[in-house]
C-alpha cells in the first residue's frame, strides 16, 4: 500500500474529496451537503449520511440567525466549545459558551437532584439574544430543554441533538424532534462533543467561506 503524497495544507481538501467519492450515488442534499460531509470528515463514520435529520427550513433559518450577529452556542461540553471555531464566531459576531464549570450550576444541580447538563439548559434560558443549543453527550440536556421549551421559558434558535451513549439518547434526540424548535439531530446512539462542533462549524462556514470567496 502505497501513502499519499499530499501536503500539510492541502490534507483538509483532499480528505473532503475521499468522502465524496466514498459517497458514491448517494445524493445528498445541496443545502445540507456540507454540513453532512464535515460530520463525516470529524467522525470518519459513513453513517451520518443517513442518520442526521433536519427539521424543515432549519438551514436556511439558522443562517439568518447567524448573519445578524449577537448569537450564543451553548455546549453541553467545554470541549465542544472549544471545537467551535472561534475565527468564525468572531467574524459573525457570536459567542460561544459553556456552563457545565459553573459554580451556580453544580448549586442548582446538588439542589434539584438533577445533573449539570440539565442545570446548564435552565441557565441557557437566561440569556439575551438568540440561542442556539449544541448537545453532544447527555441525554438530560435535551430532556430538560424539551420542558423548559413546553414551559415557555426558552425558545431556542436551533437545537444541534447529538448526544453519544445507551441510556436514554435515542428517545431524548426523539423527544427534540416532536419539541417543535428548529433541529439537526444524529438519529440513533452515535453522535458526540465533535458532531456537535462539527456542525457548528459547518454552519458558519457557509457563511465565512462565502464572505472570503467574494473578497477575491
Not at 18 to 42: A, F, M, N, Y
Not at 86 to 92: G, I, P, Q, T, Y
Amino acid at each position: 500500500m502505497n501513502l499519499e503524497n499530499v501536503l500539510p495544507m492541502d490534507i483538509e481538501k483532499r480528505s473532503f474529496e475521499i468522502i465524496t467519492e466514498e459517497l458514491g450515488q448517494l445524493k445528498l442534499d445541496p443545502e445540507k451537503e456540507s454540513i453532512i460531509k464535515r460530520v463525516i470528515h470529524t467522525s470518519a463514520d459513513f453513517d451520518y449520511a443517513r442518520t442526521l435529520r433536519f427539521s424543515e427550513g432549519v438551514v436556511e433559518q439558522t443562517l439568518e440567525i447567524l448573519k445578524k450577529g449577537g448569537f450564543t452556542i451553548v455546549t453541553d461540553t467545554n470541549m465542544a466549545r472549544t471545537g467551535i471555531n472561534r475565527s468564525a464566531l468572531m467574524k459573525l459576531g457570536g459567542k460561544a459558551e459553556c456552563f457545565m464549570s459553573d459554580p451556580d450550576v453544580a448549586a442548582r444541580a446538588k439542589e434539584a437532584h438533577s445533573t449539570r447538563a440539565a442545570a446548564c439548559m435552565e441557565k441557557a434560558a437566561s440569556l439575551e439574544g438568540p440561542v442556539l443549543i449544541a448537545v453532544g453527550n447527555a441525554p438530560t440536556a435535551l430532556v430538560r430543554l424539551d420542558e423548559l421549551i413546553r414551559e415557555g421559558k426558552i425558545k431556542p434558535a436551533l437545537v444541534i441533538g447529538v448526544p453519544v451513549g445507551f441510556v436514554n439518547v435515542v428517545q431524548s434526540k426523539e423527544i427534540i424532534m416532536r419539541s417543535g424548535v428548529p433541529y439537526i439531530v444524529a438519529v440513533g446512539r452515535k453522535g458526540g462533543s465533535n458532531v456537535a462542533a462539527a456542525i457548528c462549524n459547518a454552519l458558519m462556514y457557509k457563511l465565512t467561506s462565502a464572505a472570503q470567496k467574494n473578497r477575491q
